[in-house]
């Protein structure tokens, strides 16, 4: 057991509270959500911050030592990655996403160039028994309580948003409808359900006027799956309905084809059942009818509401009436209208909600 001093830590590693000095050992368990100390080793012009537990980025350069967690992503347009078998100090691994998630780099897009590469400098230990210097390896997940079986929403509408693929304008999408909501006095709380840890996007939707935010890394996840989201999605949205407020807004990370899970939360009844309303975010029209005809046929939901870059002006928006009868509605030059679209659709309006949050 040695120590080892912070440059930076990562904001993946909030629920591991890392003081700027950690205690590291040279035994790796090698799972997800293990936090790790590395040594940046090279240099990059994109790509190249890193998200603090502030919710703030700093620019990463060589000889930087962070503490990161180990686990998988696999990207479209970013980079996807595993969890390593076994790691042993001195051992060269990849920060695979701006907030911090550390593996090894399987492919590469080019737009944002190689990835960082990293020297192991040691698993991080956490010190559970007061007054006994006794270690274990420090984990994300690490004493949390298990994950919700059952739903329970107290009957406090959910407005969901889901994509075609990631940079779709969810994000926009929801901090439009936060702000929207919040401006007609309803206590909106907001979630992301599925994705690679970083906290940009709910601190965005914090910063639209959503209180609580939460998403699936405050449980101890890294990277959402098939096998975790739906339980995932129930434990967020049972934790924000406990809060009394008027609506929750959920964010279906990535898209509709993923690797992250959102298919396994829309094959489950209980929580597709939830949904009060769906906006669907699309890249473009094909896009849109691609998703459109998918959560149809596959899930048998209809979306009220199509945004994103397909309806960014009117050549997507008539295409999208004129030939699939859908409604485009743009969250970013049409935030006001948007919004009522979907209360509309939920059937929310500003009285009602606002004896949830009383």
């Not at 030939?323 to 059937?347: D, H, Q």
Request: aromatic residues 4%; glycine residues 10%.
């Amino acid at each position: 057991m040695r120590a080892v001093v912070l440059d930076k830590i990562a904001s993946v590693t909030l629920n591991a509270r890392l003081a700027r000095e950690v205690k590291v050992c040279d035994e790796y368990a090698c799972r997800e959500g293990d936090v790790i100390a590395v040594r940046i080793l090279t240099r990059k012009s994109t790509y190249n911050t890193l998200e603090l537990p502030t919710g703030r980025f700093s620019a990463l350069k060589p000889g930087d030592v962070i503490a990161g967690c180990l686990g998988h992503r696999r990207a479209l347009q970013g980079y996807a990655g595993r969890i390593p078998e076994k790691l042993a100090t001195g051992d060269r691994i990849n920060v695979l996403n701006l907030g911090g998630v550390l593996g090894i780099c399987t492919s590469v897009n080019p737009d944002i160039g190689q990835p960082f590469e990293c020297e192991v400098l040691g698993q991080v230990l956490h010190f559970p028994w007061l007054g006994e210097r006794v270690g274990v390896p420090a984990n994300i997940g690490y004493s949390l309580p298990p994950l919700a079986t059952k739903l329970e929403l107290r009957g406090i509408p959910v407005v969901a948003v889901v994509g075609t693929c990631m940079n779709a304008g969810k994000t926009q999408a929801c901090q439009a409808l936060v702000q929207e909501f919040t401006r007609r006095r309803l206590r909106v709380a907001a979630a992301k359900a599925t994705g690679v840890s970083l906290r940009r996007d709910i601190l965005g939707m914090e910063d639209s006027g959503a209180s609580p935010v939460i998403m699936f890394t405050d449980f101890g996840t890294v990277t959402t799956q098939r096998a975790n989201a739906p339980a995932l999605t129930r434990s967020m949205l049972n934790r924000l309905a406990a809060e009394r407020v008027d609506v929750i807004v959920l964010e279906l990370g990535d898209g509709l084809l993923g690797d992250y899970g959102v298919d396994a939360i829309l094959e489950a009844e209980d929580i597709r059942a939830s949904f009060s309303a769906m906006a669907l975010a699309a890249t473009d029209p094909v896009a849109a009818w691609g998703g459109i005809e998918r959560l149809k046929r596959e899930y048998n939901i209809t979306p009220d509401i199509i945004t994103g870059p397909a309806t960014d002006n009117a050549a997507g928006t008539d295409l999208l009436r004129d030939r699939m009868g859908a409604v485009g509605l743009n969250a970013r030059t049409s935030g006001t209208e948007f919004a009522s679209a979907m209360l509309k659709a939920a059937g929310i309006t500003a009285a009602e909600g606002a004896g949830h949050g009383s």
